[in-house]
């Protein structure tokens, strides 16, 4: 059985310095294993998510997951400024791009940068 923490690296209260979503995972039945860590970094927080979720789910499986909590520097990182934001969709939150920073210049080279390095796994 596994723990799993998700976290957020990035230097606090600034989004700007987001780097990555962390996955630590904790092999529960085996405790002097050394803990893995799985990095998502896309460059895009909410995509991150995403695939830390997806990870989780098909290569550690739901079946294998005894906990798995979120650290704090996940909502650190969401009250730290005004670019991002939580919403709740089939009872699970997600967190996505705020409406004030989808119109900014940054979001929208980030979005393109994001779109060309991933078009190919699309």
């Known amino acids: ?3 799993i923490i998700l976290s957020i690296d ?5 989004q ?5 979503f962390v996955l630590n995972v904790n092999d529960l039945e085996h405790p002097k294993r050394k803990k893995k860590e799985y990095r998502f970094n896309t460059g ?12 989780m ?3 550690i499986g739901v079946d294998n997951i005894l906990t ?12 730290d400024g005004d670019k991002y934001e939580w919403y709740e969709e089939n009872g699970q939150e997600w967190l996505k791009a705020s409406k004030k920073f989808q119109k900014t210049k940054q979001f929208k080279t980030m979005k ?5 390095e991933n078009s190919k796994n699309i």
């Open 16 to 20: 700007n310095s987001y780097r990555s």
């Open 44 to 55: 895009f927080p909410p995509m991150d998510l995403i695939e830390a979720h997806n990870f």
């Open 1 to 3: 059985m596994k723990q």
């Open 57 to 59: 789910i098909t290569d």
């Open 112 to 116: 393109a940068k994001w779109m060309s």
């Open 10 to 14: 990035y230097d606090e209260p600034d």
């Open 68 to 79: 798995c909590q979120w650290n704090s520097s996940v909502d650190h990182f969401v009250m």
